[in-house]
C-alpha cells in the first residue's frame, strides 16, 4: 500500500514539473523553438517593481523584462491579490490600441492587470511553448489606457514577463 501511494505521489509531482524543462527530463537535449510572438524572450531587460500602484517600471509589449521583486510585507497592493507569497511588485503597462494582449510569464507567480481600482480578467492561463522558460501564457482584451501590473507569489526575488499585442 505504500509503494502504491509512493507511486501516485511521484507521478502527480512528475506531471506538474512536466511544463518546467528543470523538471522535465525529456526535454534535457531539446532547443525550443519559440513562436515569432515571443522572439523578444531572450532578450530580457532588467527592471525594478514598484510597492504599489504607479510604482515601478513602464513596460512596453514586445520588451521582455527581468523584473527585481519586492518582499511581500513591504507592498501596498490594492485590490489584495489572488496570490499570496515572499515576493511581488507593480509595474505599469501603457496601451495605446485596443486589442488582445498575452503575457508570457517565466515562473509561477501571479498577475493581476488593475486599471481604475478594478481587476481585469484574463482568459483561462494556457502553457508556455513545450521545452521553453515560458512557464504559462494569459490573454487580455484591453483599451487604450495604463494599467498596473499586479506581481504576486512569487518565491523568487527575479521574474521574467513578456507583454505582446497579438490582434
Known amino acids: ?13 512528475t506531471a506538474a514539473h512536466a511544463q518546467d524543462p528543470a523538471h522535465d ?3 534535457a537535449n531539446v532547443r525550443p523553438s519559440l513562436p515569432a510572438e515571443f522572439a523578444a524572450w531572450a532578450a530580457q531587460a532588467p527592471v525594478v517593481a514598484g510597492t504599489e500602484a504607479g510604482g515601478g517600471a513602464t513596460i512596453q509589449p514586445g520588451a521582455a523584462i527581468r523584473v527585481s521583486l519586492h518582499p511581500a510585507s513591504h507592498l501596498k497592493l490594492n485590490p489584495a491579490p489572488r496570490m499570496v507569497g515572499p515576493h511581488g511588485g507593480t509595474l505599469t503597462i501603457a496601451v495605446t490600441a485596443p486589442g488582445t494582449y498575452r503575457l508570457a510569464l517565466g515562473g509561477p507567480y501571479s498577475v493581476d492587470l488593475i486599471r481604475n481600482g478594478r481587476v481585469t480578467r484574463s ?8 521545452c521553453s522558460s515560458i512557464r504559462k501564457t494569459m490573454d487580455f482584451v484591453l483599451s487604450p489606457g495604463h494599467y498596473t501590473v499586479q506581481l504576486s507569489g512569487s518565491e523568487a526575488e527575479n521574474v521574467v514577463l513578456l507583454a505582446v499585442k497579438v490582434s
Do not use: E, N, V
Not at 500500500?1 to 509531482?13: G, K, N
Not at 482568459?123 to 513545450?130: E, I, L, N, W
Open 1 to 13: 500500500m505504500r509503494i502504491l501511494a509512493a507511486a501516485a505521489l511521484l507521478l502527480a509531482s
Open 25 to 27: 527530463f525529456s526535454c
Open 123 to 130: 482568459s483561462a492561463p494556457s502553457p508556455g511553448p513545450r
